[in-house]
């Protein structure tokens, strides 16, 4: 008696790749021609230009600061009303991280002169952008400052120590994102990791206040 084998279940469908162009956007202000320049990177479901409001009376002739908008955009509301962006999710992550990059690097390639003194800020989840840029990336910078925010667990400090200068932390005391915990840890693995950093704090939740960016950014 011939059995009729069982069918095969088909198989998992296979993605391929290829490279587009796209345009992307960013926020400037202060003069173009400035010594200093900051890049500043927002977090989860923000857009650059409500990001970069406490950063205007920061720039001028002397600072201009750039604020890059995450490439990936999404409505925040069933209404589809209130729109905001995402620097990556965990859905294709390492060429997610990849883009970021190669984006960030072309922002300043595009944007900046050389011999710029340049700095990078990196609120919640665009530290963790800032972070991978500054390890991954081209474009080496003066100081980092992550706020409400640590470095990415999965970042090595041991490779990438040359390129993690000037390293200051920024938490607010009330900010239920980066918890008491949270926070301990990520000094933990710092000092384990003998790499210099500032830990600032600040009475504040989850969110830039505008006297304490000051403080940081005009630290010497």
Not at 52 to 81: I, T
Not at 135 to 159: F, I, K, Q, S
């Amino acid at each position: 008696m011939n059995t009729v084998p069982a069918a095969l279940p088909p198989p998992d469908p296979a993605y391929a790749r290829f490279e587009i162009r796209r345009q992307v956007r960013y926020v400037s202000l202060g003069s173009a021609e400035a010594p200093e320049v900051w890049i500043a990177l927002h977090g989860y479901g923000q857009l650059a230009d409500a990001f970069a409001r406490p950063f205007r009376a920061l720039a001028g002739p002397h600072r201009r600061v750039l604020l890059p908008e995450a490439p990936s955009r999404f409505y925040l509301d069933e209404a589809y009303r209130r729109i905001g962006a995402s620097w990556m999710t965990r859905e294709d992550r390492e060429a997610e991280i990849v883009d970021v990059v190669a984006y960030l690097d072309a922002l300043v390639a595009h944007t900046v002169p050389p011999g710029s003194r340049l700095c990078g800020l990196g609120f919640s989840q665009g530290a963790a952008a800032l972070a991978r840029w500054a390890a991954l990336g081209r474009t080496p910078l003066a100081r980092m400052v992550l706020w409400g925010a640590g470095l990415p667990d999965d970042l090595d400090l041991d490779a990438h120590y040359p390129r993690l200068p000037g390293l200051m932390l920024v938490v607010g005391d009330a900010d239920s994102f980066i918890t008491p915990e949270r926070m301990a840890a990520q000094e933990e693995r710092l000092r384990a990791a003998a790499l210099p950093f500032e830990l600032v704090r600040y009475a504040g939740g989850h969110r830039v206040e505008e006297a304490v960016l000051r403080q940081v950014i005009e630290a010497p």
